[in-house]
């Protein structure tokens, strides 16, 4: 499958790009520069892989901050005893595997799950901002991953107003037509320019301008860039190993 990207989306691939996470979905490329520069790693969305958390902090011992509310070891010993009592064998493997490396990975010290959603300022206790977290932490060389379901438009405001204690961000883009000129905003001030680009092939792409409609950005602070755009990248796996990996063209 090809599509076509916006000409403001023009970069340079970082010369020491590397994966963090598992194969597939919910792996991520960054720079490796990035990583080992950083103090924290704030982490929103996470649902039932952390495998990029597990990878980044075995690289860089430093903290994690994983926010999501629509998880916990409780849920994930619910889904367990439930696929049990449907005789889904399949489903109980899963589910009592991801319960065990949930109690095992979360157990840690440095390693803290925080049972909200980010972006919306709300008397609800579930909810927080980002600008709370931020306040939060005194660290000066944060890592952000951004891996939820359209929340992040809320809190590109908060991102931008604290760039300069972000040394990479990892983030992906739903309903990028709807949101492209808040995009566009958004890439030409924040300070940390883009890395790499990869698009999540299980999303659709606009037949009127082949544009895909989620997007997954790399920024970076500290990598050194190459003189072109590597699309894709030799770490680069699909979103969904049953679809073709969508090929990349940034207009000119």
Sequence with gaps: MNAKLPSFL?????DDLIRLGSDYDCGYLASQNDVMKSDVLISLGINDNWSFEEDFISMRDIEVFAYD??????????????????????????????????????????VHHIEKFVGLNSNNKIYCTLSSI??????????????????????????????NRICGLVIEFHD??????????????????????HANNTAQIRSSDDLPLVMELTF?????????????????????????????????
Aim: some cysteine; glycine content about 0%.
């Design 176 to 197: 990028f037509d709807i949101h492209l000129e808040k995009i566009k905003d958004f890439v030409k001030n924040f300070d940390l320019k883009i890395a790499h680009i």
């Design 220 to 252: 970076s602070k500290y990598c050194n860039f190459l003189n072109s755009a590597e699309l894709p990248h030799k770490l680069d796996m699909p979103t969904s190993k049953n679809i073709p990996e969508i090929n990349l063209v940034i207009k000119k």
């Design 69 to 110: 509310a629509s998880m916990s070891e409780k849920h994930f010993f619910k889904q367990f005893k439930r696929s049990f009592r449907n005789l889904n064998s399949k489903f109980t493997l899963h589910w009592f595997k991801t319960w065990k490396n949930y109690k095992k990975f979360f157990s840690q010290k440095r």
């Design 134 to 163: 931020f306040n939060d932490t005194d660290k000066q060389n944060i890592f952000l991953k951004c891996d939820i379901e359209g929340w992040e438009y809320r809190f590109l405001d908060t991102i931008i107003k604290n760039q």
């Design 10 to 14: 023009n970069f340079q691939s970082a």
